[in-house]
């Protein structure tokens, strides 16, 4: 039944209005977010100093320049090694913690058909050149013919950046069975005491959300901090991946 599209519905007692039928994909979407719900989700909010990462970025070749959520990738690959728990599903039943041996990250990318989150694989075991190519083809797709699910399957992890619209925090929400989602907005230049003086810095906000049943709100703070230690030392996220 739609309500809303026939000519009862309450709305056009108000003015003029125009149905649009929801596609197949934007209901599954919405059954899930709803379903996702009933997960206690707390958001930490944080920003990182990523001066040192544009510097990096700004010394390449303009061809060869990685935007920064390949460098975050990295760098949430350095968090998860070091607090497992974030890398993690709960069972069905709420009774084990499944920790995951594998690292793959998705990528919420916006498109025509909605928001779709395509998985880059093994992320742990990759440069900073491969992750960039994945990247700009998978994005490519969703954006112009879509991915089939075995691209969007299988992720430990996401990220959601905002950076390339604007807005300085906002709350993602989980994508379950993940623990935690990152979400990204727009680096900004303010001023940043030092210590001795204020300079300027390229800060980058940072919106962790993650299921309170799995992870508390210091490791929370923790992960956050380690994403902006590895942020800060470029040069190491870089270095070739371990074999």
């Known amino acids: ?55 990096h970025r700004r010394a390449l ?33 709420g009774e084990t913690l499944v920790l995951k ?34 990247l700009r083809e998978v994005s490519e797709l969703a954006r112009t013919k879509g991915l089939p699910m075995d691209r969007m399957s299988g992720g430990c992890f996401t990220i959601s950046s905002l950076g390339g619209i604007g807005g300085t925090a906002f709350t993602p929400i989980l994508n379950a069975p993940e623990v935690a989602i990152l979400g990204v907005t727009a680096m900004q230049t303010r001023p940043v005491w030092t210590g001795e003086a204020f300079a300027p810095r390229q800060m980058l906000p940072l919106s962790l959300t993650y299921d309170h049943r799995v992870i508390n709100g210091a490791d929370a703070a923790r992960f956050v901090r380690h ?6 030392d470029p040069a190491a996220l870089v270095a070739p991946a371990a074999s």
């Open 1 to 55: 039944m739609n309500d809303i599209a026939s000519p009862e519905s309450p709305f056009q007692r108000f003015g003029a209005v125009e149905c649009v039928v929801r596609t197949r994909f934007q209901k599954i979407v919405a059954r899930t977010m709803a379903a996702n719900a009933a997960i206690p989700q707390v958001t930490h909010h944080d920003e990182v100093d990523a001066t040192a990462l544009e510097a």
């Open 61 to 93: 070749p303009p061809g060869e320049r990685p935007s920064p959520l390949v460098f975050l990738i990295k760098a949430v690959v350095a968090a998860l090694k070091a607090y497992p728990q974030f890398n993690a599903s709960l069972s069905a039943d």
């Open 101 to 134: 041996k594998y690292v793959h990250i998705g990528i919420a990318v916006d498109g025509p058909l909605g928001l779709l989150v395509p998985v880059l694989r093994d992320c742990d075991a990759r440069d900073v050149a491969s992750l960039a190519a994945e």
């Open 227 to 232: 994403l902006g230690e590895a942020i800060a």
